[in-house]
Nanobody, 123 residues
Framework: QVQLVESGGGLVQAGGSLRLSCAAS????????MGWFRQAPGKEYEFVAA????????FYRDSVKGRFTIFRDNAKNTVYLQMNSLKPEDTAVYYC????????????????WGQGTQVTVSS
C-alpha cells in the first residue's frame, strides 16, 4: 500500500508559477513510476506528466511541454510538479498517482492516488 498526499496548490495569476509536491509513505517509493493528472469541473481526468522510478524518463502532455517539469527525490519520498507560465486553462484539481510498473498515461494504469490539490489560475 502507498499513501500519497499532495500539497502546493493555490490561486495564482496567469503567467505565474506554482510547485506541487506529492509525499509518499508506505511501500518503497523508488519502485514506483509517478504521474500527475488533473480534473477540471465537468471534465474527465487528464494526464499531465509522468516520471519513471529512477527519474531517468519523463513524459508530458503536449499542452504543458516547456512549461511544466516533473522531478522526484527518492530520498525524500516526494515527487514534484513545477508549473511555470500558468494559464487559466490549467485550472483544475491536480492529483498524483503511483504505478508499480513503467510510466503510464492513463488513469486506470495507476494503482494509488492522492486526494488532490486545487490549482486556480486567474486571467
Amino acid at each position: 500500500q502507498v499513501q500519497l498526499v499532495e500539497s502546493g496548490g493555490g490561486l495564482v495569476q496567469a503567467g505565474g508559477s506554482l510547485r506541487l509536491s506529492c509525499a509518499a509513505s508506505g511501500r518503497t517509493f523508488s519502485r514506483y513510476a509517478m504521474g500527475w493528472f488533473r480534473q477540471a469541473p465537468g471534465k474527465e481526468y487528464e494526464f499531465v506528466a509522468a516520471i519513471s522510478w529512477s527519474g531517468g524518463s519523463t513524459f508530458y502532455r503536449d499542452s504543458v511541454k516547456g512549461r511544466f517539469t516533473i522531478f522526484r527525490d527518492n530520498a525524500k519520498n516526494t515527487v514534484y510538479l513545477q508549473m511555470n507560465s500558468l494559464k487559466p486553462e490549467d485550472t483544475a484539481v491536480y492529483y498524483c498517482a503511483a504505478r508499480g510498473r513503467d510510466i503510464g498515461t492513463r488513469p486506470y494504469e495507476y494503482d494509488y492516488w492522492g486526494q488532490g490539490t486545487q490549482v486556480t489560475v486567474s486571467s
